[in-house]
């Protein structure tokens, strides 16, 4: 069960599929003005941080107190972590707009911190450990500055952008 509950946590295509991803990431408040959905802040949160929750516990209590259940259940984690990776890749080629994009290609990395975390290995659980922590601050970083274009240009849509270069600061 604290394998379960641990697991949950970090973003994947078995248990989060395509309707609850959205849901996520595109809330819109009831205080937000009307064409800016999501607050970033909550996003920030929610990918920067509590996506890496789950990988933590995973790594810090599963792994030691329930070893041999961890290397019963690798071959699964390898498997979902793929399947995370190609889902989490296609659908962030497939988006027009770019706060989805960023949060699909989030969803995709966490399958390379899965696969890390059940690979048996010392030196996979560091670099899994540097990846997340890496990932927290760069996915945050892009949300925050995927925010400022919607309030600079006034959408998120990738073909209404029509190139930055006019908005740059000379």
């Not at 937000?32 to 929750?53: C, F, I, M, R, S």
């Not at 329930?66 to 984690?77: I, M, S, T």
């Not at 979902?80 to 989490?88: E, H, P």
Request: aromatic share 10%; net charge positive; proline share 4%.
């Amino acid at each position: 069960f604290i394998m379960l509950g641990q697991g949950i946590s970090i973003p994947n295509t078995a248990v989060h599929g395509n309707r609850f991803f959205r849901r996520l990431h595109d809330r819109r408040l009831a205080d937000e003005p009307v064409g800016h959905d999501g607050k970033t802040q909550q996003t920030v949160l929610l990918a920067g941080l509590l996506a890496k929750t789950g990988a933590y516990g995973l790594i810090r209590f599963v792994i030691p107190l329930f070893p041999q259940a961890a290397l019963g259940f690798a071959p699964v984690a390898w498997v979902l972590g793929v399947v995370g990776i190609l889902y989490g890749a296609g659908m962030a080629f497939a988006q027009t707009d770019l706060k989805r994009l960023i949060a699909y290609s989030s969803f995709s990395h966490m399958g390379f911190v899965l696969i890390g975390i059940f690979s048996s290995s010392p030196l996979a659980l560091q670099g899994t450990l540097i990846i997340m922590l890496a990932h927290g601050i760069s996915i945050s970083a892009l949300f925050l500055m995927a925010d400022d274009l919607q309030t600079l240009l006034g959408t998120r849509d990738l073909g209404g952008m029509g190139g930055l270069w006019t908005y740059l600061p000379t």
